[in-house]
């Protein structure tokens, strides 16, 4: 049987001919040893045809049919020109040689060509992709490279296309950066209050706050020069009068050591390398938020950004996330805690990372682990809306009836107060949903400036004068305006199916009562009839005895 070999280059399509099988017989350790040496597996193989591809982008689409198992009309159309054809209820006597199974199981569900992908064929292919220059005379040195370098980098672009604004990766890295943030800033301004407190130990119970305290470190400087002139100054940074008093009055009578020029030097520095880290951390908690805002709207709008974030992170991405069932998602986070219950037979954990929502905070010591299930449990469906719906990103609609559920089974393990079915709430959050769409695409549309009537007089005659539409100084009145329009609209349309459904309901009471009356009709005229035969029966019983 006669065995061709399938070869996807980056230039092109080429198929080969083994011949001499029988010499080498269907020993893979023969072909890998006859494959390092030209002369002998040329011998063996040898080029059938070429058919190379018209430009990059051509490359670039067969080269991702085949990565997806899908055969292309431009491989079959080289499969069945260079190929025997395969008659109807006989045998073929070849069969093709690929490297992936699946693009073999198309070809030969298509085609009807025999396709096989074994050890053996492997070798062989390895053996011509090894030589793939030799065998094509026209490719010059260097050619197939470049070929195989461009496609390769067109195929991991294409591979790699994203949504730029939903990005989950810039999340991840964001939270983590946050929570060191947390444990540097902290961390430092404790070196700062400890090094500063050598010169004003009083100041540690005066302000509290660590940036406030860096803050005055940096303005202070020299307790001794502190005056009372200084208090205006002091109360724009504190915020209070009373306490600007009351650290130039602890600054008069402090028991701090003094301190040289260069230590305070020293000291001011790194208090300002911990106000510029609370700067950089605050903006960083902005940006986070508008990232989950593009990214998970839906979750962050449940269960706040932070948190959100976090179990984002630590799935390792929102559609790991999305893809957790909700009792996953419920113990994420809290992995050492689980395995060590199982190990020791006891009770598992009921949160992980979910426990820093206020939802479980809120809720009662006993009524904790049940908030925590039905939190995860609309946690899970947030996710999965952020990640698999196809709506414009920004929508929170989802989000904010999840939230009030949520609220709405507080309420209930609290003060039994009976929440709204799921299938209502989602079904206003879809209605919630198609009337943002609904805005924002009425916001989209531009004004038409042509009305009926100047179409009209336009179609009259040149001569007649097209009335011009007013126009509006303010464009987002006008918007408001359609706006306006579209909600009457609906409504009108909304009262009048209602009126159709009393009308209806009218109708059928009406239909019903006339039932009623033929049926009463009908039973009288019965009645009267019978009557009316009994009369004549007795008339005629009389006539008859006289």
Not at 204 to 227: C, G, P, Q, R
Not at 297 to 305: F, R, T
């Amino acid at each position: 049987m006669a065995l061709f070999l399938l070869h996807e280059s980056a230039s092109g399509y080429a198929l080969f001919e083994a011949h001499g099988l029988d010499e080498i017989g269907q020993n893979t350790e023969a072909v890998r040893n006859s494959v390092s040496d030209l002369n002998r597996f040329g011998k063996v193989v040898k080029l059938r045809s070429f058919n190379p591809f018209t430009s990059a982008l051509d490359a670039l689409t067969q080269c991702n049919a085949i990565s997806e198992g899908l055969l292309t009309d431009e491989l079959r159309t080289v499969l069945e020109t260079n190929l025997p054809k395969v008659k109807e209820g006989k045998k073929s006597k070849f069969s093709l040689g690929v490297v992936d199974p699946k693009i073999g199981n198309q070809i030969s569900e298509l085609t009807k060509i025999p396709c096989q992908s074994n050890e053996f064929v492997l070798e062989l292919i390895r053996g011509v992709r090894l030589h793939f220059d030799k065998f094509v005379g026209d490719l010059k040195t260097g050619d197939l490279e470049k070929a195989q370098l461009g496609l390769g980098h067109s195929y991991s672009r294409a591979k790699v296309k994203f949504n730029v604004n939903r990005v989950d990766n810039m999340v991840i890295q964001a939270i983590f950066l946050l929570d060191t943030l947390d444990k540097d800033i902290n961390s430092f301004s404790m070196r700062v209050r400890e090094w500063y407190s050598w010169h004003f130990p009083e100041l540690v119970k005066i302000v509290n706050d660590n940036y406030l305290y860096a803050k005055l470190t940096k303005f202070i400087e020299d307790k001794s020069k502190l005056t009372g002139d200084n208090i205006s100054d002091l109360t724009d940074i504190v915020g209070d009068e009373d306490k600007a008093k009351e650290i130039v009055d602890a600054a008069k009578s402090s028991m701090g050591q003094d301190l040289s020029p260069v230590d305070l030097i020293n000291v001011q520095q790194f208090a300002q390398r911990v106000m510029d880290l609370s700067e950089y951390r605050r903006k960083l908690y902005d940006y986070l938020v508008t990232k989950m805002s593009d990214i998970a709207p839906n979750l962050a709008s449940l269960i706040g950004e932070v948190v959100g974030a976090r179990l984002i992170s630590h799935a390792g991405s929102l559609t790991n996330l999305a893809k957790c069932p909700s009792s996953t998602l419920q113990i994420l986070g809290a992995e050492k805690a689980l395995f060590r219950a199982l190990k020791t037979k006891g009770n598992t954990p009921k949160y992980g990372l979910i426990f820093h929502s206020s939802f479980i905070g809120r809720a009662s010591a006993k009524n904790k682990g049940r908030m925590a299930r039905y939190l995860a449990n609309k946690c899970s469906i947030a996710s999965r809306i952020d990640c698999f719906s196809e709506r414009e990103t920004g929508s929170t609609a989802f989000g904010e009836k999840l939230r009030e559920q949520v609220e709405e089974r507080l309420d209930f393990y609290d003060k039994g107060v009976a929440p709204r079915k799921n299938i209502d709430v989602m079904r206003s959050a879809i209605e919630s949903a198609d009337n943002k769409d609904t805005e924002m695409e009425t916001e989209e549309v531009p004004v038409e400036p042509s009305s009926k009537k100047t179409k009209k007089k336009q179609k009259g005659g040149d001569d007649i004068a097209v009335e011009k539409p007013t126009e509006n100084t303010n464009g987002d009145a006008s918007e408001d305006h359609k706006s306006e329009k579209k909600k009457k609209k609906k409504e009108k349309r909304k009262l009048d199916q209602e009126v159709e459904l009393d009308d209806q309901v009218v109708d059928d009471d009406a239909k019903k009562k006339k039932k009623k009356k033929d049926k009463k009709v009908d039973n009288a005229e019965v009645l009267e009839a019978a009557v009316e035969t009994k009369k004549k029966k007795k008339k005629s019983k009389t006539k008859d005895d006289e």
